[in-house]
């Protein structure tokens, strides 16, 4: 009987709702690109995690679509019944070959490759040691197992040299060191050169997970541990296919033979959640391919990112120091929120597509609009939406 928790959950609700927190899905009319358009009205796309455009590239839709007649829609079986195809595996080596692993091995998303593979590895003897801003997945991963549990300052070297210490004088036997390799609501890489020197240090292992970098960073697309020349000192790689990589879902562990070997004997989402869709696979290898065979739509994300980069400074915005194609641009102090919230709005208004976060999802006092590039973006689009934000402010005030 639902009873009065029926009023208890309306509550939840309003509760959530009063503290400005609720979350309105706009629905797309179109596919994902950087020109979409809403019930409403056409929008130029800045909040997408499809860096390199390949959400609607005529080459991945292509492949995707010729597997549905090759392939069939679904697989109806979990990997090890009967739901794995050639190109399953076929998709597992490249990506263990594109990121210089023994292996690599599929789930259904990123997500449930993170919740899949701490409790598999690490028991109570052992120590894990975590980033503080690590993504949501890690942390409930990290949960499942009876690891003992350290947390370090974000990218703090001098405190995870203490939680090493700490770690190390509880007597810990395996300890990893986790990072994600790119905080999304910053856009600042893990300084992993550091990381792998006091991991090796303190004979801890790593892990990575590159979900905000795979396809991008790096000269070959490789990722963060490229980009810091670490490819072959980190021991466990997680990703999404989600994002740079065609957009479409799934994700997989990259790591040492007998890790990925022992995950497909015990990680649970993996043993028991459903093949990852014959298209998405084929669509997903085709998006690899194109990334292993050119750097232009990489070239072209970083000329965007410069470009807006330099552009919203010489406006007089503060923008947050770095590379990556996630822009956060910062609205400080007391009223912080609702200047950001108000200026996405207004910008909305006039079809810029970009999203404001404020507290609890930041730290409070740091309320931004965090700016996503890609390399469907033309250059006009980039100045456009410099211009909204420059409208938007003279608006809102
Ligand atoms: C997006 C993201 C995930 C989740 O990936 P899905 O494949 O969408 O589940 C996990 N970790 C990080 C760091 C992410 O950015």
Redesign the pocket.
């Known amino acids: 009987m639902y009873g009065t928790v029926k009023d208890d959950i309306a509550a939840t609700l309003q509760e959530i709702n009063d503290a400005g927190l609720y979350k309105n899905e706009r629905e797309l009319t179109s596919p994902q690109s950087a020109h979409v358009t809403t019930l409403k009205a056409e929008a130029l796309n800045f909040c997408a995690?499809n860096y390199l455009g390949l959400a609607d590239d005529p080459a991945v839709i292509e492949a995707a679509k010729k597997a549905l007649d090759e392939w069939g829609f679904g697989m109806a079986s979990v990997r090890f019944i009967c739901g794995t195809q050639t190109q399953h595996t076929a998709l597992e080596r490249k990506i263990a070959d594109f990121l210089g692993t023994d292996a690599a091995i599929l789930y259904s998303?990123?997500?449930?490759a993170?919740g899949g593979v701490f409790e598999v590895l690490f028991g109570e003897r052992d120590a894990i040691i975590s980033d503080e801003l690590n993504?949501a997945?890690?942390i409930d991963g990290v949960r499942l197992s009876k690891a003992m549990r350290y947390r370090y300052r974000n990218a703090d070297l001098a405190d995870l040299r203490a939680q090493l210490e700490a770690a190390v004088a509880a007597g810990a036997e395996r300890k990893v060191v986790v990072t994600?390799g790119?905080f999304?609501m910053d856009g600042s890489y893990a300084p992993l050169d550091g990381i792998c020197d006091l991991a090796e240090e303190f004979g801890a292992m790593v892990f990575v997970?590159d979900?905000?970098a795979v396809g991008f960073v790096g000269s070959g697309g490789k990722g963060t541990p490229e980009l810091f020349g670490v490819q072959d000192r980190v021991d466990i790689i997680?990703g999404?296919?989600?994002?740079a990589l065609g957009g479409a879902?799934?994700?997989y562990v990259a790591s040492h033979q007998e890790v990925v070997d022992l995950l497909r004997q015990r990680s649970r989402p993996y043993l028991f959640s459903n093949s990852v869709a014959p298209a998405v696979v084929a669509g997903s290898t085709a998006a690899l391919d194109l990334v292993e065979s050119s750097g232009e739509k990489r070239e072209t994300l970083a000329r965007n990112t410069e470009l807006f980069d330099r552009l919203m400074r010489e406006a007089g915005f503060e923008v947050l120091p770095g590379t990556h194609p996630i822009r956060p641009i910062m609205f400080p102090g007391e009223d912080g929120a609702r200047r950001a919230a108000d200026i996405a709005d207004h910008m909305l208004g006039r079809g810029v597509y970009v999203i404001a976060f404020s507290f609890p999802v930041v730290p409070r006092g740091k309320a931004r609009i965090r700016v996503q590039l890609s390399a469907a973006h033309s250059e006009d689009d980039v100045r456009a939406c410099v211009d909204a934000f420059i409208a938007a402010r003279d608006a809102v005030g």
Request: aromatic residues 4%.
């Open positions: 995690n998303s990123c997500f449930d993170n993504h997945s890690i994600d790119v999304s997970d979900s905000h997680t999404t296919l989600g994002k879902s799934g994700g």
